[in-house]
């Protein structure tokens, strides 16, 4: 059964560094073809993607938050951690990991977790 | 990037009857493996999204067949063929043919 659960702080401050762990299960990141993905949702908007972590650690991100956002995995626990750093209130979302499947070019997220929201407030 | 366009943004179905959700690319997902690259979500109230469709048409493990997804190109559709209560939700399309990944920016399916 695969599951994935993401966890953080829930309030941070502006400018301060943002760390999201993404704990799963049911499946492994070093299987080819595995990936793991970030998206965000703010409050009442759609969803945006940040950043993809694949099965041979290659990484991709997001254009505009390419600069801020580092992604990173640690297969020995499980684990795919994503920092975003100098946060703002118009970060302010819900993060959800999702597993990202690979079969030939196609890729898709078939499994998310329930999302963790982050609050950017002074 | 590529920019996601969803029409409407909104819609109110009676049960039973039909729906459809447009959705636009600013650029072609077809890729060279010959399939189109675009996916549909819906987001039911309180959850994350699920995977409903991939490459314009293929139903996800465990989709009723009443969804049914089309297009090419540029143009694709979504359609219900009768709405049933436990398909409200947001609906959005997705194009993974070039990253970075983007979103329309959802359909949301309330029942008359």
């Known amino acids: 059964q695969v599951t994935l659960r993401e966890s953080g702080p829930a309030l941070v401050k502006p400018t301060q560094t943002l760390t999201l762990a993404c704990t799963f299960s049911?499946?492994?990141?070093?299987?080819?073809?595995?990936?793991v993905s970030w998206i965000r949702q703010s409050p009442g908007k759609a969803l945006e993607w940040l950043a993809r972590?694949?099965?041979?650690?290659?990484?991709w991100y997001s254009t505009s938050l390419k600069t801020r956002l580092t992604i990173s995995k640690d297969t020995s626990k499980n684990q795919v951690v994503l920092t975003m750093t100098n946060m703002d209130p118009v970060d302010t979302a819900t993060y959800y990991c999702?597993?990202?499947?690979?079969?030939?070019?196609?890729?898709?997220?078939?499994?998310w977790g329930q999302g963790t929201l982050v609050t950017v407030s002074s | 990037d590529i920019v996601m366009t969803q029409t409407p943004l909104s819609l109110s179905v009676t049960p039973g009857q039909p729906a459809s959700i447009s959705c636009k690319s600013s650029?072609?997902?077809?890729?060279?493996?010959?399939?189109?690259?675009l996916y549909w979500y819906l987001q039911k109230p309180g959850q994350s999204p699920q995977l409903l469709i991939y490459?314009?048409?293929s139903r996800f493990s465990g989709v009723p067949d009443r969804f049914s997804g089309s297009g090419s190109g540029t143009d694709f559709t979504l359609k219900i063929s009768r709405v049933e209560a436990e398909d409200v939700g947001v609906y959005y399309c997705?194009?993974?043919?070039?990253?970075?990944?983007?979103f329309g920016q959802g359909t949301k399916l309330e029942i008359k």
């Open positions: 999702a597993r990202t499947l690979r079969l030939g070019l196609e890729y898709y997220f078939d499994y």
């Open positions: 049911g499946f492994s990141l070093t299987t080819s073809g595995v990936c």
């Open positions: 490459v314009v048409s």
């Open positions: 972590i694949d099965w041979d650690d290659d990484k």
């Open positions: 650029q072609s997902l077809l890729r060279s493996d010959g399939k189109t690259h």
């Open positions: 997705m194009q993974g043919a070039h990253l970075p990944y983007s």
